[in-house]
C-alpha cells in the first residue's frame, strides 16, 4: 500500500521509495525525510507543468494587449495634434473678434462729437491682433503644423490591423504680396512692420532693393478690388508711388495701411468684410476638427474597451491558474499526509512484530526475510 500511495508522487524520480527497500535498518527521521524531499520536488513538477499550461493564453492575451497599447499611443499622437491645432484655430477667432470691435469702436469714435477720433491707435490695435493670428498660424508644439498648408497632414490609425487615414490641414497664412507695374514684387514683414520690394521672387537675402517701414510714409492711395496704388515715403521730400497687383494668401485680412489706416468708414468697412468673411472660414475649419475629434474619440473608446476586455480576461486566466495550482497543492498535500500516515502505521506494526521476535540472530534473520 506505501508503494501504491507514494509511487505516484516519486514518478519521475531516481526510483521508486519502499518503507524497506535499501537498508532494512533505515531510520524513521531518514526516510521522513526522503519522503518530504521527493514531494517538494514532485510538487515543483506538477506546479511548473500547470503554469506552462496557462502560459501560452497569458501570452496570446499580452500580445493583443500590447497591441492594443501601440494602437493608442498612435491615436494619442494624432489626437494631441487635432487638439493642439483646434485650440490655435479657436485663439484665432478669438483675435478676429477683437478686430471686428476695434473696427467697431473707431466706428463710434468717429462718430462720437465728444471723443478725439485717432485712427492711429486702432491701426496699431489691428496690427498687433494680425500679428497674433499670424504666430499662432506658424507656432505650434507639434510636428505637423496644419494650418501652413494643404499638404500638411496627419495619419491616424482606424483599426488594429494597422490601417490608417490621412487628415489634411489648410493653408490659413496670413501673408499677401504686391506686384507692381516695374515686374517687382512687395512683401511685408508683419514681424517688424516693414515693406520690402524684390526684383525676383522667390528671392534670397541681399535682394532687397527698397524698404520702408510702415510708419514712415507707407500710404495707400486707392485700392480696387486686386488693384492697388500706394506711394511710398510720403513724408519724406522724394515720395515714390507705385502701381500693382494686390495677392492675398490665407485668410486675406490685410494690415492696416491697406485699410488706410482706418481712417474712413469706408475702408473700415472693407476691413469688417474680410474679418467677417475670416472668421467663417474659421468657423469651417473649427467644424472639420470638430468632427474629426468626435471620430478619433470614438475610436479611443474601443480601443479602451478592447483593452479592459484583454486585461479582464487575463486576469480571469490568472485567477484561474492560481486556483489550480492551490488545487494541485492540495490534493499532493493530501497524498502526502496519507503516505506519511501508512508510513507511521507500518512502522509500528513493525515494532510491535520485532518485540515478538526472539532477540536470536536467527530471528532477526527469519524477521527481515518475512517482512
Known sequence: MVNGIFGALMAGTSGQLTVFNTNRNVSTQKLTNQLSAGFEKRVTEEVTNLKESYTSETNSIKREEDRI??????????????????????????????????????????????????????????????????????????????LLSESQSVRYPVS??????????????TGYHIEDSNGDFW?????????????????????????????QGLTLDNISGDNVDFTVGADSASPQSYSGTLTRTGLEVLQSWLYDGFSNSTSRDRALEDMNAAKEVINVELSRYSMIETTLDYYDGLSTNNLRSARREKIEIEAEA????AQKQSEMVQQFQSVQSVLAQQLVLRSQYQ?????????QALFSAQV
Open 69 to 146: 497599447l501601440g494602437y493608442r499611443k498612435d491615436l494619442d499622437a494624432s489626437r494631441d495634434v487635432i487638439s493642439n491645432t483646434r485650440k490655435r484655430l479657436e485663439g484665432i477667432l478669438s483675435r478676429l473678434d477683437n478686430m471686428i470691435i476695434n473696427v467697431n469702436k473707431a466706428n463710434e469714435a468717429e462718430n462720437d462729437p465728444e471723443v478725439n477720433f485717432l485712427p492711429a491707435g486702432y491701426a496699431a490695435a489691428h496690427d498687433s491682433n494680425l500679428r497674433q493670428i499670424d504666430d499662432l498660424i506658424k507656432t505650434t508644439r507639434t510636428q505637423e503644423n496644419l
Open 187 to 215: 512683401y511685408p514683414d508683419i514681424d517688424t512692420q516693414v515693406m520690402k520690394k524684390y526684383e525676383n521672387y522667390p528671392f534670397t537675402e541681399g535682394d532687397v532693393s527698397v524698404s520702408t517701414v510702415y510708419k
Open 160 to 173: 488594429l490591423s494597422g490601417i490608417t487615414s490621412l487628415f489634411y490641414g489648410t493653408d490659413l497664412t
Open 322 to 325: 492560481a486556483h489550480a495550482i
Open 355 to 363: 518485540s515478538l521476535i526472539p532477540t536470536s540472530s536467527f530471528g
